[in-house]
């Protein structure tokens, strides 16, 4: 369970099964190789609400530390598994209210770029 109002986040999740490999793991330079993900019997629920508003004060006065390269996250996976799989997600702000079940589905990604947001299948 998660409940964070400042952000305005709502989260329960269960979690059945959770199976796989890492051959990469470098937090520093954000990359990943999780070769294989099995995911299985997993329920949950998001829940996004209207954050609190808090303004945003720049306490770094190093003009270096604004101008640094966004780094993302690289992540590489050649398969995951996801079985017996119910969530459900709305956004009162956005308006949206979905949920989606899986019974059984096999996914093989061929490029994960998230600098890019593109995930080829």
């Known amino acids: ?14 979690l059945g099964h959770f199976d796989t490999d890492i051959d990469q793991f470098d937090p520093a330079n954000l990359t990943y190789d999780v070769p294989r993900i099995y ?17 945003v004060v720049n306490t770094n006065p190093d003009p270096g ?3 640094e390269v966004t780094k993302y996250f ?4 050649r398969e995951i598994h996801l079985n017996d799989i119910d969530i459900a997600y709305s956004n009162e702000v956005s ?5 989606f079940k899986f019974k059984d589905l096999k996914i093989f990604p061929a490029t994960i770029d998230l ?4 995930i080829a299948i």
Request: charged residues 25%; aromatic residues 6%; glycine residues 6%.
């Open 115 to 118: 600098e890019k947001s593109l």
């Open 74 to 77: 690289k992540l590489t996976n």
């Open 1 to 14: 369970m998660y409940f964070d109002v400042v952000t305005g986040n709502d989260a329960d999740l269960y």
């Open 39 to 55: 995911l299985s019997g997993v329920r949950g629920r998001m829940k996004q609400t209207t954050p609190l508003e808090i303004p």
């Open 95 to 99: 308006a949206i209210n979905t949920k």
């Open 65 to 67: 530390v604004a101008n």
